[in-house]
C-alpha cells in the first residue's frame, strides 16, 4: 500500500502522532477500556468514562468553536468541582496551556500573574469571577466563561462579559478534537512563590507530567479499583497531578469535594467506600480529633498519603492504631518537578520517621555541596534531581531557569541528608519557604510587607512548629526607637495587604536580630528561640 504523505510533514508526523502521549490521549485510552466504568462524581452527578469523554470533547469542541488556539495561556479559577476536571482535560486536548491559580490569592496577586503569563482568556466559578474581573481591569481578554452553572442557574447582570461553560457546551459535537501536538508541548503553567516576592511560572509539559504520574502509581501503589476522594484544592500541584490525574490514567473512581471538611470527608469514606484518600497533617490531625472518627465506618480505607510537611509521631501511631486497615504513604517534592520526588513507603513510616524516603522511579538524586559537587552519605547538601518530570523552565525567565539546572541537574533548593540506605531527609529550607497548612509561602514576601509600616527597623519571617498548621508564619520585629506599634497593627495592615493564608500567625518584638559576620540574619537561631511560641 502507498501512503501519501502531502500535507502531512512527512513521516515524522506520522510516527509523533502514533507515539504520541499527552493528557488528552490519557483520558481517550480510558474510556476505550472502560467505557461505562465509574469515573468521577461531584455532589449528586456521577459520570462514567463514556460521559466524561464526552464533555471533555465538546467543551473542546466549543472553545475552539470560539476561537481559542494551540499555545493560548488561559487562567482556572475555581474550588474543586466537575467543570475543573472537565476544562483541565478540555484544554489539553486542543493545547491550551491551563494557569490554575490559588483562589485565596487577592486582586492584585492576581494580576501580576495574568500580565507576566500574557493570558487570553479566564475561566472561573462565578464567585471569583469578581476577583479576575478586578485582576484584569485594563487588559484584554478573548474568553470569560463561567463554570459550575446548573441548567436553572441564571448569570447576575454584574457578570455582563462572561459567558456559562454549560451554554457553549450545549449542542457541540462528541468528536474528538484532534490537535498537532507533541508530548513535550506545554499542558500547565503553575505558579509558585520562591525566595523573591514575585512568583514564578513553573512551565509543565505533558510529558513532566506523564512520566510523574507513573512515578505516583507505581511508588503509591495504586490501582484501578481505587476509590478515591478529592478533597484538598486541585489548583495546586499535589491533588491535581498525584491524584486526579494518575487515576484517571488508571480508570479508578473519584469523588470530588468542594474542600477538606473532616466531617464531609468521614461521611464520604463511608458512603463510597472509599479506599485512598490524601490530606496534609493538618487535616488528617482534624479528622483524628473529630467526633464522627469512631462512629463511621472507615474501614474500606487502605491508601493514606500525606505531603507538604512530616507527620508527628505520635499522630502517626495513633491513625496507624484507629485505621488498622490502613497503610500510609508520604510524598515529598515541589512543583518543580510536577511534583512528586520522593515517597516513604508504609513499612518505613515509622523505622524512618521524620524521612522523605528515597528517590521515586523516574528520578534520579543525590546531595551536593555549594560547588555541585556530590557529598558523603550522612553530610548535609542541596537535593538536586534528573527526572522526566522535571519542568521545561520557569515561564519568561531564562536566568532563573539557567540556575536551576545548572550543571544538568534541577536544584531543588531544599538542604537535606542522605543516609546509608539511600533515605532523604529535608534539614533545611534554602529558599526560605514556610509551609503553613500545606501552603508555600514566601519569607521575603512578608517581609517586605511588614516593612512598609512606620515604625518598623528591622524584621525576620520564620516558619515555627505549630500543634495545627505545622508551621505557623511568624514574624519577629525590631522597632524603630519610640516605635507604638502592636501585635495587633502589624496583623490588621497585613490582612489588608496579602492572602489570608500569609498572615503572620504571631508576631514577636525583639531588641535585635541575630546575625552572622557578613550581616545574614540567622534564622534558624530565630525558629529555635520562638519555637514554643506556638504552645503559648
Known amino acids: 500500500m502507498n501512503v501519501d504523505l502531502k500535507g502531512l510533514d512527512g513521516l515524522d508526523k506520522l510516527l509523533e502522532r502514533a507515539r504520541r502521549n499527552t493528557l488528552g490521549d490519557l483520558l481517550t485510552r480510558t474510556r476505550e477500556r472502560m467505557p461505562d466504568k465509574f469515573a468521577i462524581a461531584y455532589r449528586d452527578k456521577r459520570l462514567n468514562y463514556e460521559e466524561l469523554d464526552d464533555l471533555v470533547n465538546q467543551t473542546a469542541q466549543a472553545f475552539r468553536q470560539r476561537g481559542m488556539k494551540k499555545g493560548d495561556m488561559i487562567t482556572v479559577m475555581s474550588k474543586n468541582s466537575l467543570d475543573f476536571v472537565m476544562v483541565n482535560f478540555a484544554l489539553a486536548r486542543m493545547g491550551a496551556v491551563m494557569i490554575p491559580i490559588n483562589y485565596m490569592l487577592t486582586s492584585p496577586e492576581v494580576a501580576f500573574i495574568l500580565e507576566h503569563a500574557k493570558v487570553s482568556g479566564l475561566i472561573a466559578s462565578e464567585e471569583y469571577a469578581p476577583v479576575l474581573d478586578r485582576a484584569s481591569a485594563g487588559m484584554e481578554m478573548s474568553f470569560r466563561y463561567i463554570m459550575d452553572l446548573e441548567e436553572a442557574d441564571i448569570l447576575p447582570d454584574s457578570l455582563g462579559d462572561w459567558i456559562a461553560l454549560r451554554d457553549i457546551r450545549m449542542d457541540q459535537p462528541i468528536d474528538l478534537v484532534e490537535e ?58 499535589a491533588q491535581l497531578h498525584c491524584f486526579l490525574g494518575p487515576s484517571i490514567y488508571l480508570g479508578s473512581s473519584g469523588i470530588i469535594l468542594d474542600g477538606a471538611s473532616p466531617e464531609v470527608i468521614l461521611q464520604t469514606i463511608e458512603k463510597e467506600g472509599a479506599t485512598q484518600l490524601f490530606c496534609p497533617p493538618t487535616v488528617w490531625i482534624a479528622l483524628l480529633r473529630h467526633p464522627e472518627f469512631d462512629t463511621r465506618n472507615l474501614s474500606t480505607l487502605e491508601k493514606c498519603y500525606y505531603g507538604a510537611a512530616i507527620m508527628p509521631r505520635e499522630i502517626l501511631k ?123 509561602v514566601s519569607s521575603r ?47 490588621e495592615y497585613c490582612q489588608e495587604k496579602l492572602s489570608k493564608f500569609k498572615v503572620p500567625k504571631y508576631v514577636a518584638f525583639a531588641e535585635s536580630l541575630p546575625k552572622n559576620p557578613s550581616g545574614k540574619v540567622l534564622k534558624r537561631e530565630l525558629r529555635d528561640e520562638y519555637e514554643g511560641l506556638g504552645e503559648k
Open 180 to 237: 498537532d501536538l507533541s508530548d513535550d508541548d506545554l499542558a500547565h503553567v503553575l505558579y509558585t512563590s520562591g525566595t523573591e516576592s514575585r512568583p514564578k511560572g513553573v512551565m509543565l509539559t505533558h510529558k513532566s507530567i506523564v512520566s510523574e504520574y507513573v512515578s505516583c502509581i507505581v511508588n503509591g501503589n495504586m490501582s484501578e479499583n481505587d476509590v478515591l476522594i478529592h478533597a484538598l484544592p486541585m489548583y495546586h500541584s
Open 445 to 491: 514576601e512578608v517581609e517586605e510587607t511588614i516593612y512598609q509600616l512606620d515604625g518598623v527597623s528591622e524584621v525576620a519571617v520564620i516558619g515555627i512548629p505549630d500543634q495545627y498548621w505545622i508551621e505557623a508564619v511568624t514574624a519577629v520585629i525590631v522597632l524603630k526607637e519610640s516605635s507604638k506599634l502592636t501585635e495587633e497593627t502589624v496583623v
Open 318 to 440: 495513633e491513625l496507624s492504631e484507629r485505621l488498622p486497615n490502613a497503610k500510609f504513604w508520604n510524598f515529598y517534592g515541589q512543583t518543580e518537578v510536577a511534583p512528586l520526588a520522593t515517597a516513604l513507603q508504609p513499612e518505613d513510616q515509622l523505622r524512618k520517621l521524620g524521612s522523605a524516603g528515597k528517590p521515586t522511579l523516574n528520578l534520579q538524586t543525590k546531595i551536593v555541596d555549594e560547588n555541585d559537587k556530590e557529598v558523603p552519605r550522612g553530610e548535609i547538601g542541596e537535593i538536586v534531581h534528573r527526572t522526566p518530570h522535571a519542568m521545561k523552565g520557569y515561564l519568561h525567565d531564562p536566568e532563573k531557569t539557567a540556575e536551576a539546572f545548572r550543571g544538568g541537574w534541577f536544584h531543588s533548593g531544599d538542604l537535606g541528608v542522605m543516609d546509608e540506605e539511600g533515605y532523604i531527609t529535608i534539614i533545611d529550607r534554602k529558599k526560605d519557604m514556610i509551609n503553613t497548612g500545606g501552603v508555600n
